[in-house]
């Protein structure tokens, strides 16, 4: 795929949605990063679900602390792994204490110092916290970069990599949320919406279905 293609892609997904947002519901930084960390393999609904319950009794490091393991496997249990989730959590939530006065660091380093913070979790903070032009690749956008031709890759790295160096400057803020959303509304696994695509003229899946 060429430079012009690209381009007018996410020029497409821009008008369609000029302001896009995570759709994990959160108050802070910190409720940001719990969310994102409690969504790893978990749906942001059923996080949702849970964070509904969690952040009006528990919004600050130090609350959630003071819950300790137990307490806090009260409001996760529904998501998946939250015994491992919950254990990184209150560790995550003892550094950020006593290490960052509650706060959550602005650096990818700092992040991914955190009990269960890996590159994508770390990837999303720095992005919609913090407005870094970072990419977080999960499965929906390894999918859609794969099947649009906007960044191949066997792995979720080269795929991060080749978009970060191919995505126009203008539109890297805003890559994640478009190509998460798109994947997640329009270019599904099993069979992909193309009858309702706004870019299907411009991607180049070979096996679109028919319009």
């Not at 749906?43 to 609350?63: C, E, F, G, H, M």
């Not at 979790?121 to 906007?150: C, S």
């Not at 890559?175 to 706004?198: D, E, F, M, Q, V």
């Amino acid at each position: 795929m060429n430079r012009d293609k690209r381009s007018q892609i996410f020029e497409l997904l821009k008008k369609e949605n000029p302001r896009p947002q995570t759709e994990l519901r959160h108050g802070s930084h910190f409720e940001l990063l719990i969310s994102v960390i409690l969504s790893a393999q978990a749906t942001d609904i059923s996080v949702n679900k849970a964070t509904a319950r969690l952040y009006p009794v528990a919004r600050t490091a130090q609350a959630i602390l003071d819950l300790g393991v137990d307490g806090l496997k009260e409001y996760i249990r529904t998501i998946g792994l939250y015994n491992t989730k919950a254990e990184n959590i209150i560790k995550t939530c003892a550094i950020l204490v006593n290490e960052y006065g509650g706060q959550i660091p602005a650096t990818r380093a700092g992040l991914e110092a955190l009990p269960g913070v890996g590159r994508k979790t770390a990837n999303v903070v720095l992005n919609t916290a913090f407005g870094e032009p970072t990419i977080a690749v999960d499965t929906h956008i390894y999918r859609v970069a794969n099947r649009t031709g906007i960044a191949k890759g066997k792995t979720v790295r080269e795929v991060e990599d080749k978009l970060l160096r191919w995505v126009p400057k203008r539109y890297k803020r805003d890559a994640h949320h478009w190509l998460i959303l798109h994947g997640r509304y329009t270019c599904i696994a099993r069979k992909p919406r193309c009858n309702s695509c706004i870019i299907y003229d411009l991607c180049e899946y070979r096996a679109k279905t028919e319009t």
